[in-house]
């Protein structure tokens, strides 16, 4: 009883440190930036192509890098991937409160999608897959702890420059902050992940076992399970990069705004833990297919209306949306596939979905063409709306057998 009580501890003391980095990570990163790009592009000069450019390149250097956490983690353990994601997104934003000049921004948005890659998604799902027997519900609330970084994000801003600072001071701040929650994280997450398995790995869902990565990369439902992943990631990272502009263009205050960015993090937040609870009672499929079905008809709303209610019911819907589908579809891949290779084929799954880092630099070629981003989110519920047919339509994978 006792070891098994000591498992539960090493098992929830590397949820807690793995969830306080993603949030950390996610609030530095994606969230508020939407909310700090407008007073960079005004003081620096920059056109909304160019910032949304340098979003791109943030989402573009996460996915590459997606596998990088899988080749430290096998060769050197968690602990030291997490330090070396720490040092690498310090830099990031020390760069971004001292740089000058796009080139600057650019290369802040390269590190910081480096160190998101290794310090998030990947290495927290490898320490949870093996640290709970059944980690849905652990997913849930870790998922909830970085989608409550995306809440926190631009509060923190909007509180920074409510005291008269900078937005570089803002980003000093949190280079400071990231410096010593990276390095705690790594002291707390080491040792319930560095080679050890605390829980066993119990079959898929399927009853198929274990699956190989190329087993499983030669299957149709490992890419339709990859397009719905890219697709709630694609309709999030544009909604988080140009929504207070679009806000702003139909005649709201950017403090409202980002208000209402903060309201979709908090619903995605609430989304994630509420995956995780439904996740022990329903199919992760089932998850999947709801979750992108409000994530088309939020970003269709954004497109129709310029009222206030309307504005706030996209972020809600859109907040919802991301949030069950980040937790479901990270459930769907290890129950259709199993644990032992998850860590492998999670990462090529963030490492295929880079190409949802085109969306802000799409929508901002064409804010600065048509003068708006309607069509834009036209044109990401229609990409929706295909996933949700193809993924509602996937039969659980089977293997292959010899006669």
């Given at each position: ?108 948005m390269i590190l910081a999608g480096i160190a998101f890659a290794l310090t998030a998604n990947v290495p927290g799902a490898f320490v949870l ?75 898929t869902a399927t009853g198929e076992g274990d699956w190989g990565v190329r087993e499983a990369l030669a299957t149709p439902q490992f890419w ?180």
């Open positions: 009883m006792r070891a098994i009580a000591g498992e539960r501890s090493a098992a929830w003391a590397a949820l807690a440190a793995m969830g306080l980095l993603f949030f950390l990570v996610v609030a530095g990163t994606f969230t508020s930036l939407g909310v700090v790009l407008p007073a960079m592009v005004k003081e620096m000069g920059w056109s909304w192509q160019a910032a949304g450019f340098g979003f791109t390149l943030l989402a573009l250097s996460t996915g590459l890098a997606s596998y990088l956490p899988t080749l430290a983690i096998r060769r050197f353990g968690v602990g030291w991937t997490l330090v070396l994601g720490t040092g690498v997104k310090t830099a990031a934003f020390l760069l971004l409160a001292f740089g000058r000049t796009l080139i600057a921004y650019d290369a802040a897959a093996r640290a709970f027997h059944n980690p849905s519900r652990a997913f849930g609330v870790y998922f909830l702890m970085g989608g409550l970084g995306g809440l926190a994000g631009p509060w923190l801003y909007l509180a920074v420059t409510a005291l008269g600072d900078s937005w570089r001071v803002y980003w000093g701040a949190l280079a400071g902050v990231s410096l010593v929650v990276g390095l705690i994280a790594a002291l707390l997450a080491h040792p319930a992940a560095h080679g050890e398995t605390l829980a066993p790995a119990p079959l339709i399970i990859v397009a719905a992943y890219t697709t709630y990631l694609l309709v999030g990272v544009t909604v988080n990069a140009i929504s207070v502009q679009h806000m702003v263009e139909k005649g709201f205050s950017t403090p409202l705004a980002g208000a209402l960015l903060s309201l979709n993090g908090l619903v995605n937040a609430l989304s994630r833990a509420a995956a995780g609870e439904l996740g022990q009672r329903l199919k992760p499929k089932t998850l999947t297919v709801a979750a992108l079905g409000l994530l088309a008809i939020g970003a269709l709303l954004f497109a129709v209306t310029g009222q206030l209610a309307g504005l706030a019911f996209a972020q809600v819907l859109v907040g919802a949306g991301y949030g069950v589908a980040f937790t479901a579809t990270t459930v769907l891949m290890l129950n259709a596939f199993g644990r032992e290779k998850n860590l492998e084929l999670f990462s090529l799954m963030a490492l295929i979905s880079t190409a949802a880092s085109v969306g802000p630099w799409f929508a901002g070629a064409m804010h600065d063409r048509m003068g708006g981003f309607s069509l834009a989110f036209i044109a990401l519920a229609a990409i929706s709306l295909v996933a949700l047919g193809v993924t509602a339509g996937m039969a659980p994978p089977k293997r292959r057998r010899s006669h």
